[in-house]
């Protein structure tokens, strides 16, 4: 199935987890992740995402909800 989204993604910012929970295909998912950030250019933010081999996601980061 070539439009085969990944089961869940979990990010990590600056030693704090944020979790996906359960994903569908084409679901739309907002994680709010501001309470993790400092101020300046030092955040870091690692995504792992989880599900098949060549299961996909698009990702948007962004300083706007």
Known sequence: DPQ????SVEV???HRWFLSGRLRDGQVKTLDISRAL???TKNKI???GRGGRHDSA???ISSKP
């Open 12 to 14: 990590f910012v600056n």
């Open 46 to 48: 690692m995504l792992v």
């Open 4 to 7: 085969k989204g990944l089961e």
């Open 58 to 60: 698009v990702v948007t």
């Open 38 to 40: 400092v101020p300046g």
